[in-house]
């Protein structure tokens, strides 16, 4: 039980101290114990924090290929060429909440406020499907209209009755604010995916500086979020920090002490970690000028060392970064991206804040890119675009996801449900370019299968072309 939840001292989940004596100590890399730890992540066997500090201290060009060679290695090994797509949908930019570097805090009156109406959050949800979308992330302020939580409740039961034609969003996950265990139950029972929420900064000085007021002030609150969650039965759970708050290698041991307190504690760590930088937002002069920016270089290191640490976690990268920037991560660890985004409530049926005069948006968008267009360039660089719910459907979560995802099973379902997901794509939304591109791409990848994945596919992909939608093993 949450040690906040029954009113005790919450648990020590980052030790600062610590951290700053294993960066200490690893101030100055061996290349020697650099190929050594690269030989154990090749293994896919993860890494520890002090293996964690060794790498984030790597400038050497050739070592830091060598990094990079790595994740490459253990992404392609591990998730193939797959990229799981989906959209994040904003239904409210209230927010009681002053976070400085974010344009819905709610002193920043440069923002037009809007929660989205459930007949808005249908519109929108249709306006997702008829692009080709099958999954979103649900985003809200935390503030609420009159009926509190049980806005995000109705919200979600919105978008899972909504339809278009042939199509519908198959699994909605949600990005609130920390949660009590009981509303945490609550939201187990709305059938959500992944319940994902980013620490921001694990520094707690830095975090009391940038969090000046509201509920979002309480470090350990937020800390303990995923606690109460994993207690309410929600066992996949996505962690995050926005990098640019603080250092960036603090940041990433951290991270990796609040990974190890939950498979520690619940016996499974995060389902996936997000990767975002800190990037311009209306109304935030720190948005504008991070205190502690991150170069492209840098962020391709935390992406590889991510991908080395913790190599079945889903790494997220979202449309913040830009199309250059997204097409190196891909092989460096992401194994999930959004596309066609828009971060203001209403956007896909109004357009972009700063073009309809909507809403405004939580922050600046680096890849303006419809999705059609992002699934054409994902396709003609190789990876396979995929729309995939299977395991959430069929209880492959938690501990039960690791137990297949460990020894590399999970590839017998995964690539199967990535090409026929990506199938009924390119027969129900591609365009005739996309779509050219697309079924080369699914005749290559069939080409390279174990013939029994082979035919496990090529028996799903006649099903869809045959008429059958949702198909998935």
């Known amino acids: 039980m949450s040690h906040r939840a029954v009113g005790g001292t919450p648990p020590t989940i980052v030790d600062e101290p610590a951290i700053g004596g294993v960066l200490a100590a690893r101030a100055r890399p061996d290349a020697g114990r650099i190929r050594g730890i690269l030989a154990?992540?090749?293994?896919?066997?993860?890494?520890?924090?002090?293996?964690?500090?060794?790498?984030?201290?790597?400038?050497?060009?050739?070592?830091?290929?060598?990094?990079?060679?790595?994740?490459?290695?253990?992404?392609?090994?591990?998730?193939?060429?797959?990229?799981?797509?989906?959209?994040?949908?904003?239904?409210?930019?209230?927010?009681?909440?002053?976070?400085?570097?974010c344009a819905f805090r709610v002193r920043n009156k440069a923002v037009r406020r809007?929660?989205?109406?459930?007949?808005?959050?249908?519109?929108?949800?249709?306006?997702?499907?008829?692009?080709?979308?099958?999954?979103?992330?649900?985003?809200?302020?935390e503030s609420y209209p009159q009926k509190?939580?049980?806005?995000?409740?109705?919200?979600?039961?919105?978008?899972?009755?909504?339809?278009?034609?042939?199509?519908?969003?198959?699994?909605v996950n949600v990005n609130v604010?920390?949660?009590?265990?009981?509303?945490?139950?609550r939201l187990k029972s709305a059938k959500i995916g992944t319940y994902q929420l980013f620490q921001e900064t694990y520094h707690r000085e830095t975090y009391a500086r940038v969090h000046l007021a509201g509920k979002k002030r309480d470090f350990d609150w937020r800390v303990t979020a995923m606690d109460r969650a994993m207690q309410a039965g929600?066992?996949?759970?996505?962690?995050g920090v926005l990098f640019g708050l603080c250092d960036w290698r603090f940041e990433l041991l951290a991270l990796m002490q609040h990974i190890r307190h939950l498979e520690r504690e619940y016996g499974v760590g995060p389902h996936t970690i997000s990767v975002p930088r800190l990037e311009p937002a209306v109304g935030s002069d720190m948005a504008a000028s991070p205190p502690y920016p991150v170069s492209d270089v840098d962020f391709r290191k935390i992406v590889a060392i991510l991908r080395l640490a913790v190599p079945y976690t889903g790494i997220i990268m979202s449309t913040r970064e830009t199309a250059a920037i997204r097409r190196e991560s891909f092989a460096l660890g992401v194994s999930q991206i959004s596309a066609g985004s828009r971060t203001n409530p209403g956007g896909y049926a109004d357009g972009p804040a700063e073009e309809a005069g909507a809403a405004g948006g939580q922050f600046s968008l680096g890849d303006h890119r419809s999705l059609d267009e992002v699934i054409r360039d994902v396709a003609a660089l190789g990876y396979i675009p995929s729309f995939c719910t299977a395991c959430?459907?069929?209880?492959?979560?938690?501990?039960?996801?690791?137990?297949?995802?460990?020894?590399?099973?999970?590839?017998?379902?995964?690539?199967?449900?990535?090409?026929?997901?990506?199938?009924?794509?390119?027969?129900?939304?591609?365009?005739?370019?996309?779509?050219?591109?697309?079924?080369?791409l699914v005749t290559e990848a069939l080409a390279t299968m174990p013939e029994s994945q082979?035919?496990?596919s090529e028996a799903m992909i006649a099903k869809i072309k045959g008429g059958g939608r949702d198909v998935y093993c």
């Open 40 to 101: 154990k992540a090749r293994e896919a066997r993860g890494l520890e924090m002090p293996e964690v500090a060794e790498l984030a201290s790597v400038s050497d060009p050739e070592l830091l290929g060598e990094v990079f060679a790595a994740a490459r290695e253990v992404k392609e090994r591990i998730y193939g060429r797959r990229l799981v797509i989906f959209a994040p949908l904003y239904i409210s930019n209230l927010c009681a909440n002053e976070c400085l570097y």
């Open 114 to 141: 809007r929660a989205l109406t459930v007949p808005e959050i249908e519109r929108e949800v249709r306006e997702l499907v008829e692009q080709g979308h099958k999954r979103v992330l649900l985003v809200a302020g």
């Open 148 to 171: 509190g939580f049980d806005y995000v409740l109705e919200a979600i039961e919105a978008v899972y009755r909504s339809r278009s034609g042939r199509g519908e969003i198959r699994r």
């Open 177 to 185: 604010a920390p949660l009590t265990a009981e509303e945490f139950a």
């Open 234 to 239: 929600i066992d996949d759970v996505g962690i």
């Open 392 to 440: 959430y459907r069929l209880g492959r979560t938690g501990g039960d996801f690791m137990d297949l995802a460990r020894p590399g099973e999970i590839k017998e379902h995964c690539d199967p449900n990535a090409l026929s997901t990506f199938t009924e794509y390119l027969l129900d939304y591609a365009s005739p370019a996309t779509r050219e591109v697309g079924e080369r």
């Open 454 to 456: 082979r035919r496990a």
